[in-house]
Nanobody
Framework: QLQLVESGGGLVQPGGSLRLSCTAS????????IGWFRQAPGKEREGISC????????NYADSVKGRFTISRDNAKNTVYLQMNSLKPEDTAIYYC???????????????????WGQGTQVSVSS
């Protein structure tokens, strides 16, 4: 069964940090660009970060730039999202998704993913 599984979500105070993981099973991530998306209650899902298949290129939404860092370890078949200086407005369900590698996918924040994870809840509150 081909799937992505996110982990690492939870409740954290404002200013705190979390690291999300996205691990693939049933396929390898080597040929895929990977995106992180989030959806807050009552809002549309937004792409917040994308990383190229070899990890050399990354992109971030303005809302998280400078606070979040995306990385990948293809040997572990895992992509990470380090989230620092968290704010209440970062509260959302976070999803990872795999996009077939194309030269433009990172620039356009990983459009039209082929595989999605089930999501992990991140809540930022005092």
């Amino acid at each position: 069964q081909l799937q992505l599984v996110e982990s690492g979500g939870g409740l954290v105070q404002p200013g705190g940090s979390l690291r999300l993981s996205c691990t693939a099973s049933g396929f390898t991530l080597d040929n895929y660009d990977i995106g992180w998306f989030r959806q807050a209650p009552g809002k549309e899902r937004e792409g917040i970060s994308c990383i190229g298949s070899e990890g050399g290129s990354t992109n971030y939404a303005d809302s998280v730039k400078g606070r979040f860092t995306i990385s990948r370890d293809n040997a572990k078949n895992t992509v990470y999202l380090q989230m620092n200086s968290l704010k209440p407005e970062d509260t959302a369900i976070y999803y990872c998704a795999a996009v077939t590698h194309r030269f433009f996918t990172v620039q356009f924040m990983c459009p039209s993913p082929r595989y999605w994870g089930q999501g992990t809840q991140v809540s930022v509150s005092s």
